[in-house]
């Protein structure tokens, strides 16, 4: 029976997912890393956010739009091996400092773009390429992908398209990280029995996010989104110095 701890981040974590189809990993373990260390931490997060990634995928596919998440996708898979190597091997602390700060950063970007009112503006390739392979780093060090999210945030219409290429770019890079990871002894058999023991408390957070996101109001969604990403990023950083 795992944690109610981790119980209770799951169900957090995976509404934010259904609600607005990133973030999860933001909040499940800016939670988590108060008692657990990364290496713990990301392998159990992968186990759960494949499926809920291959579940809005299917239910949002009518929305995809190639020409944004294949080029992000392989940008993503290259800075996906250096950050599974940090995670195997970097210190933990700066670890954590760093995912504050990333997670401050990624909160930051989100409000100042909301008061420009400016979401869909477009970008250089110079700046798809640095926050592809960015995204690609954290998602190999914690499954990450709100930088990610920023850009994709500008190239979509609506919560719907936002939500099938993020999930999709998603599920390619988590299929790597399933292989990566048991090959580097980060993903083992204890790892996969937490997870799925955490499986059935993922649906609930998913399905109930993706019903609250058809009726609330997605400018609301960011806001309290902005505000507590904030407050676990500034909260891991002051912990961890």
């Not at 956010?49 to 299917?58: D, F, I, K, M």
């Not at 390429?129 to 219409?157: K, N």
Request: net charge positive.
């Amino acid at each position: 029976m795992p944690d109610i701890i981790w119980i209770i981040a799951t169900l957090c974590a995976f509404f934010v997912k259904g609600l607005c189809g990133f973030s999860n990993t933001l909040f499940f373990t800016s939670v988590l890393s108060f008692g657990n260390n990364n290496i713990n931490i990301s392998p159990v997060e992968l186990i759960l956010t494949y499926p809920a990634n291959a579940v809005l995928t299917v239910k949002e596919r009518k929305s995809l739009k190639w020409r944004v998440c294949l080029p992000l996708t392989a940008l993503v898979l290259v800075g996906s091996v250096p950050g599974m190597l940090l995670l195997k091997n970097a210190d933990v602390t700066l670890i954590k400092i760093i995912f504050g700060a990333v997670t401050v950063f990624v909160a930051v970007e989100m409000l100042i773009r909301n008061l420009r009112k400016r979401e869909h503006e477009p970008a250089s390739r110079l700046f798809l390429g640095l926050i592809g392979l960015v995204s690609g780093v954290l998602c190999g060090l914690y499954g990450v992908g709100a930088l990610l999210g920023a850009y994709v945030g500008r190239m979509t219409e609506d919560s719907h398209g936002f939500k099938a290429n993020m999930s999709f770019i998603f599920v390619v890079e988590n299929t790597l990280r399933v292989v990566l990871y048991s090959v580097l002894g980060i993903l083992t058999l204890d790892v996969l029995k937490q997870g799925l023991g955490l499986i059935p408390a993922m649906l609930v957070g998913l399905l109930l996010g993706m019903l609250c996101s058809k009726f609330i109001k997605e400018t609301i969604v960011r806001k309290l989104v902005i505000v507590m990403l904030i407050i676990s990023g500034l909260s891991l950083i002051v912990s961890s110095l």
